[in-house]
């Protein structure tokens, strides 16, 4: 099968074309510099795209978690899926699978969610058939959420924004990417698919379970969300600053879905290996 992946150098990119690799697809990348791996290539930006080729499928993984002056949510997300969607329905008209987020929907109170609802919509509006995936939180080697939470674990006092009682399910990137490989095989449809892990967990029993991994204490306080939005409102702008509004708000929210892929490898499973 020829699949193009999008993004593919990033986290789950990079995890994804390892696994495809091992299924013997054939594996493009979409990427503005040509990547240190020997797979195949395409120079490209999604903001200005010309694929000028067929694929069986395409894998999108292109997102981004911060705005910049230069790239928005709406740019690289809404944007940027449309002109891939345009470009996909002049070569071949390929499987799309989409990797959106957990928490997309209608009037959504994140422009991060609202970006994904709208890509989402260029993809059902497309008429190619499509795989949606809502992941919650992605984790596993090389990422870049627990890692921050290992930084701030050396910390004497470890922050929790509010009360730190939203849910997560995190989700390990082989289970994810795993789900992704099956779907590839099985007959195109249109379905819309969460992607969370076996375990809900507060944000607080996340760095408890990887202060026992790493055999250290932790003490936390709590910030009061109108201090810490005050402070966020008025640093953000600094890119040295680790949170936006926009992150808050995802923050403040459940972040739980259904267990659609079958994921089966839980946040302290992955910790004891």
Known sequence: MK???????????THLTRRLEQDHHQISLLTRNQPKSSNNWIKGNIQDLELNQDFDAIVHLVGIIRETPR??????????TANLIREAKENGNPHIIYISALGTRPNAKS????????????????????????????FGPNDGFL??????????????????????????VQDLVDGIAKILTAPPKKRLLDAA???????????????????KSLTTFHLPVPLMSGLTRA???FPQYPLTLDQLTMLLEDNIGEND???????EEYLSI
């Open 111 to 138: 422009r991060y969610h609202q970006s994904k609802y709208q890509a989402e919509e260029y993809i059902r509006q497309s008429d190619l058939p499509y795989h949606i995936i809502r992941p919650s939180l992605v």
């Open 197 to 215: 892990g076996p375990k809900r967990y507060t944000y607080k029993e996340i760095l408890e379970a990887l202060a026992k991994a790493e055999n």
């Open 261 to 267: 892929l079958e994921a089966s490898i839980t946040l």
């Open 71 to 80: 790239q928005t949510f709406m740019d690289v997300h809404a944007k940027g």
């Open 3 to 13: 699949i193009l992946i999008t993004g593919g150098t990033g986290f789950i990119g």
């Open 235 to 237: 640093f953000q702008i």
């Open 147 to 172: 890692s921050m939470l290992q930084g701030q674990l050396k910390l004497p006092l470890v922050p929790i924004v509010g009360s730190g009682t939203s849910l997560m399910q995190p989700i390990h």
